[in-house]
């Protein structure tokens, strides 16, 4: 199968998938309904700046949208989820360093309950 079949293709799946006609997919890429049929239909080629418009829209990578890669990921989704988690564990350390450093303090201060009454 050529790559302008391969791209109809998988631009119609990813359009159905998202459940989205061609005209409103037509109008978040600033395109004609025309134009999405075309490019389903394999009857018009795309500017690379579309290319890269779909796969942001899709959250695909471009070189499955183009049928170089039959992995949809580029990988940034799983190292940003990465990054957060690691971010999400700083903090959780940071508030945890906190808290023993207040309990530390109360001690020192000879307060062993908390402000709002309860004692640990």
């Known amino acids: 199968m050529n790559a302008s079949k391969v791209f109809a293709l998988r631009l119609k799946m990813l359009r159905k998938s998202a459940n989205l006609s061609q005209d409103e997919l037509a109008k978040n890429l600033f395109v004609t309904q025309q134009t999405i049929a075309l490019w389903e239909t394999g009857k018009r080629d795309l500017k690379s700046e579309k290319i890269i418009s779909l ?66």
Do not use: P, Q
Request: net charge negative.
């Open 55 to 120: 796969a942001k829209f899709f959250n695909v990578s471009a070189d499955y949208i183009l049928g170089i890669d039959n992995r949809k990921s580029n990988g940034m989704a799983e190292i940003e989820e990465f990054e957060l988690r690691r971010k999400n564990e700083k903090t959780h350390d940071a508030l945890a360093m906190i808290e023993r450093a207040c309990k530390v303090l109360r001690k020192e201060w000879g307060c062993d309950s908390r402000a709002d009454g309860s004692g640990e």
